[in-house]
């Protein structure tokens, strides 16, 4: 089985499976909630999928996102923070935001979200 190196964090995964054309691994649930941790889980032409994880008080400071993005809580809670204005957020819930807009995320929990632009 191959080795497949997170190029954002330089952390090294094992797919559970893979041939030419699919791989499944669990790198998303193995991912550890400690202080700030963002994995690039997957990158084509098309769109981008990033794994978020944040510990309770922990903040994602303020950046922009080059295109429109989703944010998808998978299990937490969180504040996006997005021109003077805050949305909060719990598991399972979806939000939209556009890209090139200054924002930020605090924990109101241990939390993990995934970024789809």
Not at 28 to 41: E, F, N, P, R
Not at 49 to 76: C, M, N, R, Y
């Amino acid at each position: 089985m191959n080795t497949v190196v997170n190029n954002m964090t330089g952390h090294n995964y094992y797919p559970i499976y893979t041939n030419n054309m699919y791989t499944v691994n669990n790198i998303i649930a193995t991912q550890k909630i400690k202080s700030l941790q963002v994995l690039k889980v997957f990158k084509n032409d098309h769109f981008e999928l990033l794994s978020i994880s944040l510990e309770k008080d922990a903040i994602f400071p303020e950046h922009t996102s080059p295109t429109d993005a989703v944010l998808f809580v998978i299990e937490g809670s969180v504040v996006f923070h997005i021109e003077d204005k805050e949305f909060h957020l719990s598991a399972l819930q979806i939000f939209h935001f556009p890209g090139k807009t200054s924002h930020w995320v605090t924990a109101r929990q241990d939390s993990k979200f995934l970024i789809i632009r």
